[in-house]
């Protein structure tokens, strides 16, 4: 069974019946993704992916684009001279993330039809955001905020594509060197 997800721009351009079916209460649907990206909420680009099986829509798919300030990411005390260079070299002020799930939400989500599971479909769902992150010119692509029940799928989702975990985002701290 063939997956596809189409993407669009805008939440508006999906149809408020479906934003119904795949975010019903307690989620966060289609006033809320609308709201944040004609609002305040500063991300620079949101997309929002259709999954398709065999010409059906089976799910949405929410995600966004953000520059993260280095200072945000680059370990403390890692100083000016290291943004300067990264900046001087690459012309690197800010890391472009593309993040699948909810933009200022508690966690992330994505809407699917009773008869799909996120096992079933992370990996086709990732390959067609790396996609799009590469489009978008995004360097990093991150699940944000997923809830403890989807972690089978997401670890699955790791170890088929090399991916990682780690606990939240930004909070967290990486070691650049051993």
């Known amino acids: 069974m063939s997956l596809h997800l189409t993407w669009h ?9 479906l934003w119904k079916r795949f975010f019903p209460p307690p989620f966060e649907g289609l006033f809320w993704y609308h709201s944040i990206q004609t609002g305040c909420i500063a991300p620079s680009e949101y997309s929002y992916g259709l999954l398709r099986r065999e ?8 995600a966004f684009v953000f520059n ?12 000016s001279a290291l943004k ?15 993040f699948i799930g909810n933009v200022a939400g508690e966690e992330g989500h994505i809407g699917l039809d009773a008869g799909s599971s996120l096992h ?7 390959d067609a955001a790396r996609a799009r992150a590469t489009s978008l010119g995004a360097r990093l692509l991150v699940w944000k905020d997923f809830i403890a ?24 701290e990486i070691p650049l060197f051993p």
């Open 9 to 17: 721009s805008r939440a508006s351009a999906i149809s408020s019946d």
């Open 55 to 62: 010409g059906a829509v089976v799910g949405l798919v929410p």
């Open 68 to 79: 993260m300030p280095l200072d945000l990411i680059l370990p403390p005390g890692s100083g």
């Open 84 to 98: 300067r260079a990264l900046a001087r070299l690459f012309g690197m002020r800010t890391l472009r993330i593309f």
């Open 120 to 126: 079933s479909v992370a990996i086709d769902i990732h």
């Open 149 to 172: 029940e989807d972690s089978v799928a997401l670890d699955q989702l790791c170890l088929s594509r090399g991916a990682f975990r780690i606990p939240s985002y930004p909070g967290s």
